[in-house]
């Protein structure tokens, strides 16, 4: 069980916009620890999508927003596509523990 | 190009030990705090610890600590992971990940770059 919680499904058809919360406490997120986020496509490694609440690597699409708020952050998919079809993870600090929320399986419909 | 490259799948038997690797290249090794996460057959992302390679500092999560070995060694820019005595439920895929920025592992700090992973089988 962990600190972080996250939906553990969401889904959404091409074209659409999806969200996937990260829900913490005071101890992590609401304590302004940054959150982070990984897309991890079927069969591969975690990759960064999101680093410092709301920063994009090199390369991650503009589709991919994050936000922070409170004791909770999300993580917005604009114009879904069939390739983003995959488990999101988000990413925090608790305790001074680096905590991973449950994760959330995106089905593009 | 930065690259972390991970050693291969193992099938062990409980009991035995092991120590599966991970190879940085094309930045500086030693300058970046290396961490390894477990993924569990069907579940999440678990944090294990993490090693600084350039005076081998290491931290682990209380989950993990005394049950596995983080080490490295920067002349060969390898950061490892070990067990003496693995158990069945060790049965997972294990990421290497570095953490960015440089020379740092705080809060705020995040994993940039992914190993491709090893599997750890652990049947009798």
């Known amino acids: 069980q962990s600190v972080l919680t996250q939906p553990p499904s969401v889904s959404g058809a091409p074209g659409q916009r999806v969200t996937i919360s990260c829900t913490g406490s005071?101890?992590?997120?609401?304590?302004?620890?940054?959150v982070h986020w990984y897309q991890q496509l079927p069969g591969t490694a975690p990759k960064l999508l999101i680093y410092g609440n709301n920063n994009r690597p090199s390369g991650v699409p503009d589709r991919f927003s994050g936000s922070k708020s409170g004791t909770s952050a999300s993580l917005a998919i604009t114009g879904l596509q069939a390739e983003d079809e995959a488990d999101y993870y988000c990413q925090s600090y608790d305790s001074s523990l680096r905590v991973f929320g449950g994760g959330t399986k995106l089905t593009v419909l | 190009e930065v690259q972390l490259v991970q050693s291969g799948a193992e099938v062990k038997k409980p009991g035995e030990s092991l120590k599966i690797s991970c190879k940085g290249s094309g930045y500086s090794f030693a300058s970046y705090w290396i961490g390894w996460v477990r993924q569990m057959p069907g579940k999440g992302l678990e944090w294990m610890g993490i090693?600084?390679?350039?005076?081998?500092?290491?931290r682990y999560s209380p989950s993990f600590q005394g049950q596995v070995t983080i080490s490295a060694d920067k002349s060969i820019s390898t950061a490892y992971l070990q067990w003496s005595s693995l158990k069945a439920s060790d049965t997972a895929m294990y990421y290497c990940?570095?953490?960015?920025?440089?020379?740092?592992?705080?809060?705020?700090?995040?994993?940039?770059?992914w190993g491709q992973g090893t599997l750890v089988t652990v049947s009798s």
């Open positions: 090693i600084y390679p350039g005076d081998s500092d290491t």
């Open positions: 990940a570095r953490v960015s920025p440089l020379g740092y592992y705080g809060s705020g700090s995040y994993n940039d770059h």
């Open positions: 005071s101890s992590n997120i609401g304590a302004g620890y940054d």
